[in-house]
C-alpha cells in the first residue's frame, strides 16, 4: 500500500501544480482584462481625442438656437437740407441682440440714443438716402452708433438695426 501511497501523493503533486499553473493564468488574465477596462474608461471619460472633444461642444452650441431680443426705438422724424429745400426722413427702427442686458441697457439708454440717431441722420445726404445702398450705409451707421452710445464691443452687443419703416419727403 505503501506504493499507492506513493502514486496519490505524486498525483496530488501534479494536480497542484496543474491547478496553480491555472489559478497564474487566470490571474493574469484577469489582471489584461481589468488594466484593458480601466484604460477604456480612461480614454472615454477624459473626451479622447482633443479635437474630437472640441467638435462635440461645437455641435452641442450650434444646435441651441439663439433667440432674437428686440427694443423699438419709436418713431424717428428728422428733417434733412437738400437743394435749398427742408425734407423729411421719417424711421421706425428695432435694434436687435441675443443678450436681455443689451436690451436692458439700450432700453435705459434710448433717450440718448435717440438723440445721437437723430443727430445722425440729419447729418446724412438726402440724394443718397433714396438707393438702396445709402439706405444699407445708414443702417450700418446706425448700428454703429448705437453700439458706441452704449459703450458695448463683442460679444454683448446691439447685433442689428432693422428699419421697418422708412419714408423720405
Given amino acids: 500500500m505503501a506504493k499507492n501511497d506513493d502514486l496519490n501523493l505524486g498525483s496530488d503533486a501534479e494536480a497542484e501544480a496543474g491547478g496553480g499553473k491555472k489559478k497564474l ?7 489584461v482584462v481589468l488594466a484593458a477596462g480601466g484604460g477604456g474608461a480612461f480614454f472615454f471619460l477624459s473626451g ?16 441651441l438656437p439663439k433667440e432674437p431680443l428686440y427694443l423699438d426705438m419709436k418713431k424717428l422724424l428728422v428733417n434733412v437740407e437738400y437743394e435749398g429745400k427742408t425734407h423729411y ?12 442686458a443689451v436690451i436692458d441697457q439700450a432700453f435705459r439708454d434710448r433717450p440718448a440714443i435717440r438723440d445721437r440717431l437723430i ?31 452704449l459703450e458695448l464691443t463683442p460679444p454683448s452687443v446691439v447685433e442689428e438695426v432693422y428699419f421697418e419703416n422708412f419714408v423720405l419727403q
Avoid at 51 to 63: F, N, P, S, T
Avoid at 90 to 99: P, T
Fill in 89 to 100: 426722413v421719417q424711421a421706425e427702427m428695432q435694434l436687435m441682440s441675443y443678450d436681455q
Fill in 48 to 63: 479622447g481625442d482633443e479635437a474630437e472633444g472640441e467638435d462635440a461642444v461645437e455641435e452641442v452650441v450650434e444646435e
Fill in 25 to 31: 493564468i487566470i490571474i493574469i488574465a484577469a489582471v
Fill in 119 to 149: 443727430m445722425l441722420f440729419s447729418g446724412q445726404d438726402f440724394a443718397a438716402l433714396k438707393t438702396v445702398e445709402g439706405k444699407e450705409a445708414l443702417r450700418a451707421a446706425a448700428l454703429s452708433t448705437v453700439n458706441q452710445v
